[in-house]
């Protein structure tokens, strides 16, 4: 079992920024076997990946959508989301997520429980 502890988001202004964290732990997490990552689901929308870090945290994936807004990065079993220049579309609940065996998370074994981001217009 993993558990992941996700803190940060809550209401920001377009043009602002927010960060989110996730710290994973549990008797079957080992950093070094895990790729972490961040979704996120709008309302009325499917679930989809939003950034990525690979076990290591050397290697990361992001969204076009997020690409040069969003900065992902990794300590030991902690990652982190930094958004910068959010933008109404952003609005969503993010899901932490880690998975086994790959470069960057899919069909993510283990989710956080989700935290709210809201970007005002």
């Known amino acids: 079992q993993v558990h992941l502890a996700e803190s940060g988001g809550g209401l920001a202004q377009a043009g602002g920024s927010l960060s989110l964290s996730c710290t994973a732990s549990?008797?079957?997490?080992?950093?070094?076997?895990?790729?972490m990552g961040w979704f996120r689901q709008a309302p009325g929308k499917v679930r989809e990946s939003v950034a990525s870090t690979s076990s290591s945290g050397i290697l990361s994936d992001y969204k076009d959508a997020v690409q040069g807004r969003f900065t992902i990065s990794k300590t030991q079993n902690t990652i982190y989301l930094q958004m910068n220049s959010l933008k109404f579309e952003d609005t969503a609940v993010y899901y932490c997520v880690v998975q086994s065996g790959v470069r960057r998370p899919v069909s993510p074994n283990y989710w956080g429980r989700g935290t709210q981001v809201t970007v005002s217009p």
């Open positions: 549990g008797p079957n997490f080992h950093p070094d076997a895990y790729a």
